[in-house]
């Protein structure tokens, strides 16, 4: 079975679509232990730190996927909003205007190893002020990098997409399922 070293229902629903078996079992790794580096950097970083953890915590029986996202908008990377102020403060960031999700999944089993930074680039229309604030109700932008939805808030709102939107949802189930195909 595969360990999802992820506690992220997103990532989680990207591997059931893809109908790939999997158990979720979180790594102890804190990413912000490493502060403000360039958005491939950290997402490579925090992955890698994500897989070492998990194969610290759980062995090297089964394989293991890890994963983290940065969103850059502005000039500005943007990571997981501490509380609905930053989250209105990092979306707001990002209404009307282009952003980037930059995604590093990693693979590790016995077998094979992979490692994949990918992005994908939108140009968002404005927010609407109401939507806005219903989606910070919401709570939905909680453990979320730039606390952006694009499978959910943020859809009606693209007006150009280049990349994958699993890059966007935080793991690029395109570039792994070679690998846990095979398994």
């Known amino acids: ?4 070293a992820s506690s992220s229902p997103t990532r989680a629903a990207l591997l059931k679509g893809a109908n790939i078996a999997f158990e979720v079992k979180a790594s102890a790794f804190d990413e ?3 502060g403000d580096l360039p958005p491939c950097e ?15 915590l759980y062995g090297e029986n089964d394989p293991i996927i890890a ?6 908008a502005r000039g500005r990377t943007l990571r997981k909003p501490r509380d609905r102020e930053d989250a209105k403060a990092k979306l707001s960031l990002q209404s009307g205007g282009k ?7 990693v693979f590790h089993s016995r077998r094979a190893e992979m490692i994949d930074i990918s ?6 229309a404005p927010f609407e002020a109401c939507d806005l604030e219903r989606y910070l109700d919401s709570g939905d932008w909680r453990g979320k990098a730039g606390g952006v939805m694009v499978e959910g808030f943020a859809k009606p709102y693209i007006v150009s997409q280049i990349g994958y939107e699993s890059t966007a949802m ?5 570039a792994l399922l070679p690998f846990v195909s095979s398994l």
């Open 1 to 4: 079975m595969i360990i999802l």
């Open 32 to 34: 912000e232990s490493l």
């Open 42 to 56: 950290f997402v490579y970083s925090a992955a890698i730190g994500k897989m070492r953890s998990a194969i610290e």
């Open 67 to 72: 994963a983290d996202t940065a969103v850059v």
């Open 99 to 105: 952003v980037s999700i930059v995604t590093c999944s």
């Open 119 to 124: 992005q994908t680039r939108y140009i968002f």
């Open 170 to 174: 935080g793991l690029t189930i395109e």
